[in-house]
């Protein structure tokens, strides 16, 4: 599961749908690996608006990575700046979680990752 994808997630908890605190997930006990995907600026220029960029901050942080600055870079910005480029492409198109857990900050439910692939299905109680 690539870090871009875990930067879309949210408990799918009913009772969390209407607390903040359901997202981000937050990874734990996670196993990164690393693929080399070749860097592609405009797909990256066009993402940029879709990332919530403070659960990004939180993320990159709980994963060990160094911190992002505090705002998101411009389109312009990005676009001239070729080590931030490669620094978001390796973050979030070469960076995947093999294994470990997502967890919810608002209830707590842990979502297993095995093989790069999140369970997301809920036992009965919680659905």
């Given at each position: ?39 592609n600026p405009d797909m990256l220029v066009n993402v940029l608006p879709r990332l919530d960029w403070a659960a ?67 036992p009965s109680h919680l659905v």
């Amino acid at each position: 599961m690539k870090v871009l994808t875990i930067n879309f997630l949210t408990c799918a908890v009913k009772a969390c749908k209407s607390s903040s605190n359901c997202y981000p997930l937050h990874p734990k006990d996670a196993e990164l690996v690393q693929d080399e995907i070749d860097l592609n600026p405009d797909m990256l220029v066009n993402v940029l608006p879709r990332l919530d960029w403070a659960a990004l901050k939180t993320t990159t942080s709980e994963l060990g990575f160094p911190a992002l600055p505090d705002q998101p870079p411009t389109a312009e910005e990005l676009k001239a700046d070729e080590k931030m480029l490669k620094d978001l492409n390796h973050l979030l198109l070469e960076t995947s979680m093999s294994e470990g857990k997502l967890v919810c900050g608002n209830c707590g439910h842990e979502y297993a990752v095995k093989e790069g692939i999140a369970n997301f299905l809920l036992p009965s109680h919680l659905v």
